[in-house]
């Protein structure tokens, strides 16, 4: 969905480097989430937020921090990045007033050596 | 926490043919039940929900059953088309902070 973007779209690291993945949305939306995708384990929640001063874990936030600058921005860091985090990732948003529908960024396939 | 298991992980259908994912999940809290669909390069998308005060929802050729007492429910695709080839993802989720958990996933493939 054009709404949401991620960036990069790609990305190779090596273990130990700090990164940071970005979203942004402009949808208006108050929530964001960020996933990760492994092939056989479907999609994990990372982190989530439901306004800007709320930030909640998910269930495999260990290695991983996260920052929500501003309502329609919300960053995902690796602290110190090891080979188990390469993984495709991704933001998504959703508001808390109407549907509970989750659009989706477009990923962020990650590799780390 | 919710649990949402899904299967088959895989399914080959030829063109015309019907497919039926499964999925069954054990938070009896749970009341919604979204299906995603995520094609190759993109990120998941919504095709169809239901909610735990209806049974069947039903969007052309895209439908979904949910049985509350045995806690799972079923996506039906028919008439399938190669464009229906992707990834399929339920989930399930409760209260009202809309925290979803998901399924593994399951690769369709349509032949023509």
């Known amino acids: 969905d054009a709404d949401v973007t991620q960036t990069p779209r790609n990305r190779i690291t090596k273990t130990g480097k700090r990164i940071m993945l970005e979203c942004s949305q402009t949808?208006?939306?108050?929530?964001m989430y960020w996933y990760r995708q492994d092939p056989g384990l479907g999609l994990r929640l990372i982190y989530y937020?439901?306004?800007?001063?709320?930030?909640n874990k998910g269930e495999i936030s260990d290695g991983y921090s996260v920052s929500r600058q501003a309502q329609a921005k919300f960053s995902l860091s690796l602290e110190s990045a090891i080979p188990n985090q390469t993984a495709l990732y991704f933001c998504?948003?959703?508001?808390?007033?109407?549907?509970?529908?989750?659009?989706f960024g477009p990923g962020t396939r990650l590799t780390v050596l | 926490g919710e649990n949402v298991e899904q299967h088959p992980s895989t399914l080959s259908v030829q063109e015309g043919d019907s497919a039926v994912i499964k999925c069954t999940y054990s938070?009896?809290?749970?009341?919604?039940f979204p299906w995603y669909k995520q094609e190759l390069g993109k990120g998941p998308q919504l095709i169809i929900d239901?909610?735990?005060?209806?049974g069947e929802k039903k969007d052309q050729r895209i439908a979904v059953t949910l049985n509350k007492t045995a806690k799972h429910f079923s996506l039906h695709i028919t008439e399938t088309q190669p464009e229906d080839s992707a990834v399929y993802f339920c989930?399930?989720?409760?209260?009202?902070?809309?925290?979803?958990?998901f399924g593994i996933g399951t690769k369709l493939q349509v032949i023509p």
């Open positions: 998504a948003t959703s508001d808390s007033v109407g549907t509970d529908t989750q659009y």
């Open positions: 239901i909610r735990s005060n209806v």
């Open positions: 989930a399930a989720s409760s209260g009202g902070y809309q925290k979803v958990t």
């Open positions: 949808k208006g939306h108050d929530r």
């Open positions: 937020s439901f306004d800007v001063k709320d930030i």
């Open positions: 938070d009896s809290a749970s009341n919604y």
